[in-house]
């Protein structure tokens, strides 16, 4: 079966100081990856997403980046945090050969950051 | 990728049945209609996705008139476990080569209450 895993659970950076949060799935190949992050209630913002290996797409413009340097790793990062990047950061995945076709997204547990 | 108009929140009594609607005028023709759930700190996970007319699962039934305008998504006989966020969304299956982006609203938060 399909797993998905982020760390950390929980965050809390300082402004300024770098970051690094980390996706992995396991128990399927060549998915399409996504970050999400959801700020101070509902509403989930897709920051980054990536169909292969080294292939990244931004969806707003931002401090943060994004890498993917092996299929089923997805890593958030950021050279200077800012107050605004607190958050609630999701990893998704879809393997669409086994979901069927009906584009179903898989999140993981989530990444609680708190920049002070 | 169409926007969705829901209701930011709703109020309900164990044991009733619930229906959110979701308005997405700009629908297009090879977009389908899909709906997640989302609790406290947690991801959201798939619910129930259609094209027309009727479809039902083990958790939710989604009613899609003709013109697909609209959505709604019934939950039968609610209870306490189902206070959570209901995301709609219209999707286009078929874009996985453009990255099969999921863009979410703001959801409706639905309260169930003893």
């Known amino acids: 079966s399909q797993t998905i895993h982020q760390w950390p659970a929980t965050l809390v950076q300082p402004v300024g100081s770098p970051l690094s949060l980390e996706c992995t799935v396991e128990?399927?190949?060549?998915?399409?990856l996504y970050w999400y992050r959801q700020a101070a209630g509902r509403g989930l913002q897709l920051l980054f997403y990536?169909?292969?290996?080294?292939?990244i797409s931004s969806e707003v413009p931002q401090n943060l980046s994004a890498s993917r340097p092996q299929d089923r790793q997805f890593i958030l990062s950021s050279k200077k945090l800012l107050l605004s990047d607190s958050g609630f950061y999701l990893c998704?995945?879809?393997?669409?050969?086994?979901?069927?076709?009906?584009?179903?997204?898989?999140f993981g547990p989530g990444t609680r950051l708190t920049v002070l | 990728l169409a926007k969705t108009t829901q209701p930011i929140s709703m109020d309900s009594y164990e044991g009733q049945e619930v229906n959110i609607t979701c308005s997405h005028n700009?629908?297009?023709?090879?977009?389908?209609i899909t709906w997640y759930q989302q609790f406290p700190s947690q991801g959201p996970r798939f619910i129930i996705q259609g094209y027309k007319t009727k479809v039902t699962n083990e958790v939710a039934s989604l009613f899609i008139p003709a013109d697909r305008k609209s959505s709604t998504l019934s939950l039968p006989r609610v209870s306490l476990s189902d206070t959570a966020v209901y995301y709609c969304?219209?999707?286009?299956?078929?874009?996985?080569?453009?990255?099969?982006?999921?863009?979410f609203g703001q959801g409706t938060e639905l309260s169930v209450k003893p």
């Open positions: 969304l219209v999707v286009f299956v078929a874009n996985y080569n453009q990255g099969g982006k999921l863009i």
């Open positions: 700009n629908i297009a023709t090879n977009d389908y």
């Open positions: 998704a995945w879809i393997n669409h050969r086994l979901a069927g076709g009906n584009n179903e997204q898989f």
């Open positions: 990536s169909v292969g290996i080294g292939q």
């Open positions: 128990g399927t190949s060549n998915p399409n």
